[in-house]
């Protein structure tokens, strides 16, 4: 499996242009999980050496990728993979959609097995008998062909494009299917936040190594920072990472930008004088959504 995955020339085409209108209009590309945007969960799964291409709006990265913005705008997945395979350059494409943030692990078993296969695409498929096309390893040429033969991509189905494909199903273990776990409604985003990274993230003891600071759900530095300041602050190290990060990011993106670390102070005042956060970010989020239809 090792030296199929080092290999094999491929990029991932990550599909992060959607409305996200069945997570209430977020952006999910951006919606956090311990502390991690869904997009960089995604790109950090991945090898280093393969290049990535981002069908979807520009926006801050831990990892060097290129965007593509798929045209026309919020033309659907199949639009997304027209525009970002126009920087494809490797013989494999892997399409990766940023709502299953976890796909990247399921990415080197197909990659290394796509290594023997004799068809134009590895297609996951789950017990039921559905396909994961957007968890799917193809060769380029055969996915390029295929969008000639399709013509204009707006708004068409992955099923038109995979119908003109030779693909070869792949059944999920079911071990494997958690890998494929989707991020579409505000309940499996919760579900998610619950059962793949704590939340909250408490202070290590003196001399904690890095790994288990990873293992409390938020990334290395960011934890470390947040406990520093709790601690000089004397402040309880427990703190709602994601909660924080998504009053922010609403605020930021209907209000504006100087707005979100002013909000996320004014958040925290209302917990210190005993609001529920929760609570809290709920009126702060209907405020804003409020203030994005006034403003109209």
Not at 67 to 93: C, K
Not at 118 to 143: F, I, M, N
Not at 198 to 212: I, K, Q, W
Request: charged letters at 20%; one cysteine or more.
């Amino acid at each position: 499996m090792t030296s199929a995955w080092s290999t094999i020339g491929w990029t991932a085409l990550v599909l992060a242009g959607g409305r996200g209108s069945r997570l209430g209009n977020d952006d999910k590309a951006a919606i956090t999980i311990g502390g991690t945007s869904a997009l960089d969960q995604l790109l950090s799964s991945l090898p280093e050496r393969v290049p990535i291409v981002v069908a979807g709006p520009e926006r801050p990265t831990q990892r060097p990728v290129t965007f593509r913005r798929e045209w026309p705008i919020h033309g659907g997945p199949v639009a997304g993979i027209a525009s970002g395979l126009e920087a494809v350059s490797t013989p494999v494409t892997a399409l990766l959609a940023v709502d299953m943030p976890w796909a990247g692990e399921l990415m080197e078993h197909l990659i290394a097995e796509f290594a023997s296969c004799d068809a134009a695409a590895l297609v996951p498929v789950d017990g039921s008998g559905y396909r994961q096309p957007l968890c799917t390893v193809v060769r380029t040429e055969a996915l390029r062909r295929a969008l000639g033969e399709l013509g204009d991509p707006h708004g068409r189905s992955m099923r038109d494009l995979m119908s003109l494909i030779d693909v070869r199903e792949r059944p999920l273990s079911e071990a494997e299917m958690r890998w494929v776990d989707d991020i579409d409604t505000p309940d499996d985003l919760r579900k998610a936040r619950l059962t793949r990274a704590p939340s909250r993230v408490a202070a290590p003891l003196p001399g904690t190594d890095e790994s288990t600071i990873r293992e409390q759900g938020a990334k290395p530095m960011m934890s470390t920072w947040i406990n520093a300041v709790c601690a000089e602050l004397n402040l309880p190290a427990d703190v709602n990472v994601d909660v924080i990060l998504d009053v922010a990011r609403v605020t930021a993106h209907i209000v504006e930008r100087p707005a979100a670390p002013i909000t996320t102070f004014l958040l925290g005042s209302a917990v210190a004088g005993g609001m529920d956060v929760n609570e809290a970010a709920a009126k702060i989020q209907e405020l804003a959504a409020n203030w994005a239809n006034s403003a109209e």
